[in-house]
């Protein structure tokens, strides 16, 4: 590479819970720039997970348990060889699976039919903290397709 590699940039921990994770996520969800209309989101989206989820947890724990449950290990990469494409099964990097567990969290919930962002959010979360939900089929889904390419992983970059 002729140029050196950028520095990684320092996130902040948000407001209300002091928690880089939750900058992150909330980053991820932001549209044009509405930090606070995104931070507003996510906090009732925080509090409908505590009044629907009675028990001794947060909801902040619910939240981080959610987000683990849909975080996958193994993703499978195309790669081209004589001719013919493989699907590679690789390990992911810890980054790009929070930013991959984020992303799919933030799209399914986007595609939920609830009243308001809030709500669908908080769903989405609900449903991850179960293990059940779009998000979580979608991390099966994906190790699913690495278990069943696993024979093609002495191809790995």
């Known amino acids: 590479m002729r140029k050196s590699k950028p ?4 996130t902040l921990p948000d407001p209300k819970f002091g928690d880089v994770l939750v900058t992150k996520f909330v980053n991820n969800m932001m549209y044009s720039g509405k930090k606070n209309l995104a931070y507003q989101i996510f906090y009732d989206a925080l509090e409908i997970v505590d009044k629907k989820v009675e ?10 348990k ?9 993703e499978v990469r195309s790669r081209r060889i004589g001719g013919a494409t493989f699907q590679i099964p ?3 990097r810890n980054d790009r699976k929070s930013s991959i567990a984020m992303k ?6 986007r595609k939920r039919h609830e009243k ?3 709500a669908k959010l908080a769903g989405e979360i609900i449903a991850a903290h ?6 979580f089929k979608k991390k099966e889904d994906t190790h699913r397709m690495a278990e069943a ?3 093609f992983s002495h191809f790995r970059f």
């Open 55 to 64: 028990g001794e947890e947060s909801s902040l724990d619910i939240f981080k």
């Open 149 to 151: 390419n696993k024979a």
């Open 116 to 118: 308001n962002m809030a």
């Open 90 to 92: 690789s390990e992911i």
């Open 66 to 74: 959610a987000l683990n449950n849909v975080t996958p290990a193994v």
């Open 130 to 135: 179960k293990e059940e939900g779009a998000a």
């Open 7 to 10: 520095k990684k940039r320092i």
């Open 104 to 109: 799919n969290m933030i799209g399914f919930a």
